[in-house]
C-alpha cells in the first residue's frame, strides 16, 4: 500500500482527531522531505493570541512521523514505531500560517534495515523546523523515534 498524503490527513483525521480538529494537514510527503501546515486561528491559540504550543508539537511531529510511517509501509515488514523523546525550541510568536518541514528521510533507512536486520529497536532523531508566511522561524523540534521489528 502507498502512503500519499490523501491517506495520511484521512488518517489524521480518525486516529488523531485533535490534530484535525486544530487544522493540522500534511502538505507534501516523499521519502526524504514532509511539510505539514497549520493556521492559528480560535481553536489552536494559547491566551498570548499565538499558536498553542501543543498545536505545533502536533505538527512537527507529524513531518518526521510520515516519512517513518511512508518508509515503514514500503518494506512490508511488520515495524513498530514510537515517539521515545522530543525537544522543542520557540524563537518567534507563532501567527498566520506555519509550515513544519522535516528533511531527514534519509535517517530512517540505515534504522530499518538494522532492525530488520537484526531484530533490535534502533533510534533516530529526525529535525522539524516551523517557519511563518515571512520566511522566520518561529519554532524548532527534534524527536527521537524508535522502530523495532514486531516479534512473530
Do not use: R
Not at 488523531?16 to 494537514?25: D, M, Q
Not at 509550515?99 to 533507512?109: H, P, V
Amino acid at each position: 500500500m502507498q502512503v500519499t498524503v490523501k491517506k495520511m490527513n484521512t488518517f489524521l483525521m480518525f486516529k488523531l482527531p485533535s490534530a484535525f480538529i486544530c487544522g493540522v494537514k500534511l502538505k507534501e510527503l516523499d521519502s526524504q522531505k514532509a511539510v505539514v501546515s497549520v493556521k492559528h486561528k480560535w481553536i489552536n491559540q494559547n491566551p498570548f493570541n499565538s499558536m498553542y504550543f501543543a498545536v505545533q508539537s502536533m505538527a512537527a511531529e507529524l513531518s518526521t512521523g510520515a516519512i517513518v510511517i511512508k518508509k515503514i509501509k514500503e518494506s512490508n515488514k511488520k515495524i513498530s514505531m514510537l515517539v521515545t523523546n522530543h525537544q522543542g525550541a520557540f524563537t518567534k510568536k507563532a501567527v498566520g500560517l506555519i509550515k513544519f518541514t522535516c528533511t531527514d528521510g534519509f535517517l530512517i533507512d540505515e534504522a530499518l534495515k538494522k532492525t530488520i536486520e537484526t531484530g533490535e529497536g534502533q533510534t533516530i532523531i529526525m529535525k522539524s523546523i516551523g517557519i511563518n508566511e515571512q520566511g522566520e522561524q518561529v519554532s524548532k523540534y527534534e524527536f527521537e523515534w524508535s522502530v523495532k521489528l514486531k516479534s512473530q
